[in-house]
């Protein structure tokens, strides 16, 4: 392998990688980036030398072909956190790569010159190759959105393995996409209408977090306006150009996450998002370091926001709202509202109950398609 590449759309790349690679030495060749050099076939526009260059953790892959001037066909594979911490010290030169052949790689740019250890790109394992029957385009920033809304909800423990992830499915009444998370202490859902055949996705799949992740990251680049996505069997794809984004899929059946969503609410208010966002904040910090408990009471034209520690002592906070029934006090995680407060970016949101036992629905004021559900604690 021997080739030169322009430092930029290297270490673009390199950074792309970074948070695919295994940092656990369970397989170490997984700490690794592989860079394949090919010739191209030397036709028309896009057959020009490229250098392609993938990670993955074995849950989730990321591949990627990028221009380059190859002189030699080849490739290897080396430490990719070691390789990008070069590549952004290096001046803003092209930068030539050569293999040895003892899997070295030789790394020269201007005046400075690297030499790293290798392994042989046979050794490293193979990203899976596969093309879903149907795929759709969705906008990047529509589905960048709907991952902020859902992810925080989906859960961290491992012995809950159906919930560590983000329900996608196509709504069966409305036709909507839907993304759905919930750790069983809070729910988070989003529909959004999406131009295209959905048939694929009807079926529904649970994408995990660390897949997620990467997609929003891969959504966010500047020069992405959409994103094809497609699944089949247990696996998805997102492709994005040259860019190609592989993952597991959680296999496992998500719960009947409709009946937490509570439908007849007695209390319905509207209230400033960034008063209770700092109110909760406050109050929060008296509260018990276990539980985050604070209490919500609602009284005329009033919310008093409040938390007890005997070790500590007291805490309450109060803003106006227009309210006028009766008095209703619930307790929750001020951790889980925090979250969907930050989540939400509204200005101001509805805030619906049924009882002081029953679990807040947060929407926002304009948007009958984003619902947050924290369910309460007792104190």
Do not use: W
Request: glycine share 8%; net charge negative; proline share 4%.
């Amino acid at each position: 392998m021997k080739l030169s590449i322009s430092k930029v759309e290297f270490q673009k790349a390199l950074a792309r990688l970074q948070a695919i690679v295994e940092k656990r030495n369970s397989m170490p060749i997984l700490a690794n980036v592989l860079l394949e050099a090919d010739k191209g076939s030397g036709k028309g526009a896009d057959g020009g030398g490229g250098l392609q260059m993938a990670a993955t953790d074995l849950e989730v892959g990321l591949r990627g072909r990028h221009p380059a001037r190859v002189e030699k066909a080849g490739g290897l594979t080396v430490a990719a956190k070691k390789l990008f911490e070069i590549v952004r010290e290096l001046p803003d030169e092209d930068i030539a790569l050569e293999a040895t052949q003892n899997s070295y790689l030789d790394i020269r740019c201007a005046r400075a010159h690297f030499t790293l250890a290798g392994t042989s790109a046979d050794e490293y394992p193979t990203l899976p190759e596969f093309s879903p029957e149907s795929t759709v385009n969705i906008p990047s920033a529509l589905l960048s959105s709907m991952i902020d809304r859902t992810i925080y909800a989906a859960s961290v423990d491992e012995t809950r393995y159906n919930l560590n992830g983000v329900y996608l499915e196509v709504h069966a009444d409305t036709g909507k996409l839907r993304m759905v998370a919930t750790d069983g202490h809070r729910l988070a859902l989003v529909d959004r209408e999406v131009e295209g055949d959905l048939a694929g996705l009807a079926n529904g799949v649970i994408i995990p977090r660390k897949g997620l992740t990467e997609l929003k990251r891969l959504l966010d680049e500047d020069d992405v306006d959409e994103v094809e996505i497609g699944f089949e069997g247990n696996s998805g794809l997102a492709r994005k150009g040259d860019v190609t984004l592989v993952m597991r899929l959680i296999e496992g059946e998500f719960p009947n996450y409709q009946q937490v969503i509570p439908n007849d609410l007695s209390v319905r208010l509207v209230v400033s998002s960034e008063q209770l966002m700092k109110s909760l904040r406050r109050v929060v910090l008296l509260s018990s370091e276990r539980s985050r408990a604070v209490k919500l009471e609602l009284g005329e034209g009033q919310l008093v926001v409040s938390s007890n520690n005997p070790d500590l002592g007291d805490a309450q906070d109060e803003f106006d709202i227009e309210y006028s029934g009766e008095p209703v006090a619930v307790g929750f995680n001020a951790r889980y509202l925090i979250d969907a407060l930050s989540a939400l970016k509204e200005k101001e949101l509805r805030l619906g109950l049924q009882s002081d036992l029953s679990p807040a629905q947060l929407m926002p004021a304009n948007d009958d398609d984003t619902t947050a559900v924290v369910m309460p604690m007792r104190l």
